[in-house]
């Protein structure tokens, strides 16, 4: 699959914004970046402020017509640090409340040849 990945600052505050296709629309994920304590980096969609979140968009080419729909009750959040000279990220996702998956990426440096 492939997002579009965007960045854009509303009242000062700066969000993280990737789209998906999908048929006639797409998918937004709005997150908002965090630092965190081991000098890593959160992105999360789980807050109360007006940008971060999720969107469907819809195209009735027939009718001419944009809808955007916010997707309330869905939630991700995915930290990023470094741990034992790795690139680390956990990637959980949730609806209305209950997690209900959780991905987990290393990335370590290739060898030098």
Known sequence: MVGIYTT???SG??????????PEG???ATLLPRSRPDRGLTLTSRVHDGQAG???TYV???ADELTALAV???EEQL?????DDALRAEHAFWVFGFPFLTLHYR???KPAS
Do not use: N, Q
């Not at 505050?13 to 999908?22: L, N």
């Not at 930290?79 to 741990?83: K, S």
């Open 8 to 10: 854009y600052t509303h």
């Open 13 to 22: 505050c700066g969000y993280v914004s990737v789209g998906f296709p999908v």
């Open 26 to 28: 797409s998918f937004t």
């Open 54 to 56: 999720h969107y469907l």
């Open 60 to 62: 009735d080419s027939a």
């Open 72 to 74: 309330h009750g869905f």
């Open 79 to 83: 930290d990023v640090f470094v741990e």
């Open 107 to 109: 990335i370590e440096r």
